[in-house]
């Protein structure tokens, strides 16, 4: 494959944002650290990306292409959106994806509701895709499929007749057999993925649980070589299987983080705040992200150490998320009621224990958010990477932040030389490790937050699209000390 060819990059959502007000619609280019890394390389390639804006309900197609013909512009690459019908929203979006797999995936099997309607729509949008992907692309191009909600888009596209060069990053965990299993729809699954000629993970461990699940279906198949990418040998032709992780844009975030504005603003936040140690938690609204479970060991910290009471604070950021799930309503309640049992417990006139706001803040202010923070606390009960505590690395300028992860997140496995991990069901050791975060000597902080920051600097989130385009095609990944991954 010649470095040049055209890609197409497919997602669930678009890398927009969508407004409706007083009946017009306005459109903003998204701004996550995908869109941000794969932009130049749609620039340089040429190519497209497509996908559902997330709009519910009846919108005029044509009207929506109209608007997103400057955004297109704009971004540099084309935009070509997919709308989907009410039923297909509740049935392959919520249904399938977010109440199937989601919760499955992240070892959650008693969330999830194995309806067949839901696979059924599951395979109808992913038809749906495919009929969009045909017309739009040709042989030549390379189509990246994005994540869990599309695991069956290499397939759709065969049955339509369509030869296309299909690959597939996953960006979240893949289960262990034992959890797999349950899945009505397993050996289905495992078939469709092994129709993509690059399958990618995020970790070794992803990796290694897709390969035990293929296996138990395929006993003959065999992996040869060892590494990030590997290749697996199964049903008589042969697949690259890579685990990569993801990452942020580090540059961009240090130097957003080490403006003059990052600065002033995070000192406006230290004055606001009574306490002499902020401890920051940023997650999206999910059950996966262990929210509860951080809550309570925060507690406990403050039960179990009292002189730590009127000097340290938590502030939470809950990003909403998810809102038509029955799960997400109970767990924001949830979430709420802790907060107000632990602030009616602990508070004084002049300290508040747990800070919270429940919506999204601009890149601007998370930034000078992480930089003011002296500890980010991530407590993921499962997580693929966990982009949150990379970035708050990337932002602690004086490298004086500690770290507080969970072992179960993806990153922590490239950030173990630096970051306090932890087993967020034990609340003992996670109420010890923040007491020991607020006490370490400030040399093995910044010691810490070196190595880290240097992993990520070194792997950010362009260094993962090039090695994932170069994997994907066939060529050896760059910079990549395999000792250290
Ligand atoms: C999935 C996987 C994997 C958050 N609040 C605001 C805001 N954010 C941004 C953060 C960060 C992103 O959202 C969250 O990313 P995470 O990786 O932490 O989590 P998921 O959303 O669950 O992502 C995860 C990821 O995909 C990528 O593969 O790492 O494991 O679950 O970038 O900065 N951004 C702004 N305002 C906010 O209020 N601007």
Same mark, same amino acid.
């Given at each position: 494959m010649a470095d040049k060819e055209r890609m197409i990059v497919v997602s669930n959502r678009l890398p927009i944002i969508l407004k409706k007000r007083k009946q017009k619609w306005s459109v903003e280019p998204g701004a996550g650290g995908l869109v941000t890394a794969l932009s130049p390389v749609l620039k340089d390639r040429g190519g497209m990306w497509i996908g559902w804006p997330g709009t519910r309900g009846r919108i005029n197609l044509s009207g929506l292409r109209k608007i997103l013909g400057p955004i297109s512009e704009e971004t540099g690459f084309r935009i070509v959106p997919i709308l989907l019908e009410n039923g297909e929203i509740d049935n392959y979006y919520y249904g399938f994806s977010n109440s199937i797999i989601w919760p499955l995936f992240h070892?959650?099997?008693? !969330?999830?509701? $194995?309806?067949?309607q839901y696979w059924e729509a599951y395979v109808r949008v992913s038809d749906k895709f495919a009929a969009v992907i045909a017309k739009h692309s040709t042989e030549k191009d390379i189509i990246w499929v994005n994540d869990y909600? !599309?695991?069956l888009l290499a397939g759709s596209l065969e049955r339509l007749g369509v030869k296309r060069h299909c690959v597939f990053f996953l960006h979240i965990p893949f289960p262990s057999p034992d959890l797999f299993i349950k899945l009505p729809w397993r050996k289905q699954i495992i078939d469709e993925l092994l129709r993509f000629s690059f399958l990618c993970f995020q970790t070794h461990r992803d990796r290694r649980n897709f390969i035990d699940c293929a296996r138990s279906f395929y006993p003959a198949c065999r992996v040869v070589g060892r590494g990030a990418i590997v290749e697996l040998e199964i049903k008589g032709h042969t697949i690259q299987i890579g685990s990569l992780p993801i990452s942020i844009d580090y540059k961009r975030f240090r130097s957003m983080a080490s403006a003059k504005e990052a600065a002033l603003r995070s000192r406006e936040i230290r004055k606001d705040i009574t306490a002499d140690f902020l401890v920051l938690g940023i997650d999206r609204l999910d059950y996966t992200k262990g929210i509860p479970e951080k809550l309570r060991a925060f507690a406990r910290a403050l039960e179990k150490y009292p002189h730590l009471q009127g000097k340290i604070s938590l502030f939470q950021l809950i990003i909403p998320s998810r809102?038509?799930?029955?799960e997400y309503g109970a767990l924001r309640d949830e979430i709420q009621k802790l907060i107000s049992e632990i602030n009616g417990r602990f508070s004084t006139t002049a300290w508040v224990p747990i800070l919270y706001r429940y919506g999204t803040v601009d890149q601007k202010e998370l930034v000078a958010m992480y930089r003011a923070a002296d500890a980010g606390f991530v407590s993921s009960l499962k997580d693929g990477m966990n982009l949150v505590c990379k970035e708050y690395c990337a932002c602690q300028t004086d490298y004086k932040g500690v770290l507080i992860l969970s072992? $179960?997140?993806?990153?922590a496995y490239q950030l173990r030389s630096g970051a306090i991990l932890i087993?967020?069901?034990?609340v003992e050791a996670t109420a010890d490790a923040l007491y020991y975060s607020i006490f370490m000597k400030e040399e093995e902080k910044k010691n810490r937050m070196r190595r880290m920051c240097k992993s990520i600097r070194e792997r950010d989130v362009y260094w993962w699209v090039n090695n994932f385009l170069r994997a994907a095609a066939g060529k050896e990944l760059k910079d990549f000390p395999e000792a250290e991954l």
């Open positions: 070892d959650l099997e008693a !969330l999830c509701r $194995f309806q067949p909600q !599309l695991i809102e038509g799930v029955a072992e $179960f997140a993806g990153a087993n967020p069901y034990d």
